[in-house]
């Protein structure tokens, strides 16, 4: 059986079910090396001003080995966050057939990709894409930069259709890349939560033939959720409601804006973990994700599981294959306040629209999906190692 070691930085909940699926097939061997360290698990998440501990596992289901971080400032905010001198080593103890790593923009990273490019197949998965290029001085720096270090790459997973152009600027040819989407766990956001749901209108005191517009992540410049409060204030709606969910470095902005306004159809929540996460979504009859800069989105994918109606700006990486206008929802030009209030305009028009749209989502949802990503994987090991 062919051993794939995988190199990552710390388990999230949207890697580690991929893990797990690989082990449990068996059609491949695999071991997760986690480069930020056992101290990963008890990190600081600046995006939202706290500890952050999801409530869901993920170490269970699949081997795995913490590696050494030297640096020191540890962490994935910077590219000498994750330091790891012994990684080589670790790895080859266990002697694997190929190495696939998430990420190379770190130290630990890059020096573990260069010391195995020409020895055995390297893979990598990322999600990056061109939406926010530099131009001048700095885009022709990226440019080759970037050409250098995928030249260390023999095999890219692509997460989608802005990532696969990423990639084939950056140099990699068509048979060097393999399809491998981006996904959450649909089974778990499918499930009903609709009595959990109504409870939670009902706290907020939304009525049902009331439509919902729901934000949830992290309230900082880069979400521009500010945007959105703004759009929503602006369209004088009085069977409208926005739930914003989360915290972060804007929050009190947030709350100043929305009290100015005057408006009672504005409604605040806390961070919630995963597992309360499908009750938000199925409450909600709209989901926003009005991001200036979003490899992906993966909200998306969740609010889709969820069938939610979904608008985001041309801006997040995943729009281009999961928003579909007239069909699912919508998407607005980045950062023009007019037309996301045309966009939401139209969207609340009608909630049974909205409700079409819904299922729309959830059933183009169901393709992109972590069996894919397993498959592509496997599929790539076993038949060109």
Aim: some cysteine; aromatic content about 12%; proline content about 4%.
């Amino acid at each position: 059986m062919k051993r794939l070691a995988i190199i990552t930085t710390h388990p999230i909940q949207y890697y580690a079910p991929i893990f797990k699926l690989l082990h449990q097939r068996g059609l491949i061997s695999i071991k997760v090396y986690y480069t930020w360290g056992e101290k990963a698990l008890d990190k600081f998440d600046p995006g939202f001003g706290q500890k952050v501990n999801w409530d869901i596992p993920l170490l269970d289901g699949y081997p795995y080995e913490w590696v050494l971080n030297t640096a020191r400032d540890p962490g994935t905010h910077h590219t000498k966050g994750i330091v790891n001198p012994k990684l080589t080593e670790q790895i080859s103890v266990w002697n694997p057939d190929a190495v696939l790593f998430f990420g190379w923009a770190y130290k630990g990273h890059l020096k573990a990709i260069k010391y195995y490019h020409n020895k055995i197949p390297v893979y990598f998965r990322g999600d990056s894409t061109l939406l926010n290029e530099p131009t001048g001085l700095k885009g022709i720096i990226k440019y080759f930069a970037l050409r250098w270090v995928y030249r260390h790459v023999d095999h890219a997973f692509y997460v989608g259709t802005n990532n696969k152009t990423y990639f084939r600027k950056y140099g990699l040819s068509e048979d060097q890349l393999s399809f491998a989407p981006h996904a959450i766990d649909n089974s778990r956001f499918e499930k009903d939560y609709s009595e959990e749901a109504a409870e939670l209108r009902q706290s907020l005191n939304i009525k049902d033939e009331e439509i919902l517009i729901l934000y949830a992540g992290k309230f900082d410049h880069v979400k521009n959720v500010e945007l959105l409060l703004s759009a929503f204030i602006n369209l004088h709606k009085g069977n409208i409601k926005l739930l914003l969910v989360g915290n972060g470095p804007l929050e009190s902005e947030l709350k100043k804006l929305a009290a100015t306004s005057n408006s009672s159809n504005i409604h605040f929540l806390d961070f919630q973990n995963q597992t309360y996460m499908p009750v938000l979504y199925q409450a909600a009859d709209l989901f926003c994700l009005p991001s200036i800069s979003e490899t992906w989105g993966l909200a998306i994918n969740e609010a889709m599981a969820c069938g939610l109606a979904v608008l985001t700006s041309d801006k997040v990486g995943c729009a281009v294959d999961l928003v579909k206008e007239d069909y699912n929802g919508a998407i607005f030009q980045s950062n023009r306040a007019d037309d996301l209030i045309a966009k939401l305009a139209k969207l609340i028009n009608s909630k049974a629209v909205l409700r079409e749209y819904g299922d729309n989502s959830r059933k183009l949802i169901k393709n992109w999906s972590f069996e894919h990503i397993a498959e592509a994987i496997e599929n790539n090991l076993n038949e060109t190692i």
